[in-house]
Nanobody, 127 residues
Framework: VQLQASGGELVQAGGSLRLSCTAFGRTFRSYALGWFRRAPGKDRESVAAISRSAGITYYADSVKGRFTISRDNAKNTVYLQMNSLKPEDTAVYYC?????????????????????WGQGTLVTVSS
């Protein structure tokens, strides 16, 4: 599946953004989906993930209560609503799709389980 992320931009601390990631190709609902980010000088980290049914979600501790992941299977799109943004949220954000049978009913925070990746969208949070 091909993924295309969008929505990243410059925002002030305390502000909000919504990232979108649209999938093209195979059946969207057959994938669990995740958002990852890579901040300058840091390793890529998992931010949030959502199961195929949308019944299970995962959030990194650093974003719990501020970020919300959701999916619209009719639009082949996964979203990441980001509120109360902080300068430390500055990063390139990537969406990814997981077709692994091991996470068929759940989600994974490991990038190793994701087999398709979007191109990334830059979020910059100014203080």
């Amino acid at each position: 599946v091909q993924l295309q992320a969008s929505g990243g931009e410059l925002v002030q601390a305390g502000g909000s953004l919504r990232l979108s990631c649209t999938a093209f190709g195979r059946t969207f609902r057959s994938y669990a989906l995740g958002w990852f980010r890579r901040a300058p000088g840091k390793d890529r980290e998992s931010v949030a993930a959502i199961s195929r049914s949308a019944g299970i979600t995962y959030y990194a501790d650093s974003v719990k209560g501020r970020f919300t992941i959701s999916r619209d299977n009719a639009k082949n799109t996964v979203y990441l609503q980001m509120n109360s943004l902080k300068p430390e949220d500055t990063a390139v954000y990537y969406c990814a799709a997981d077709s692994s049978p091991s996470t068929y009913y759940g989600v994974s925070s490991s990038s190793d389980d994701y087999d398709s990746w979007g191109q990334g969208t830059l979020v910059t949070v100014s203080s």
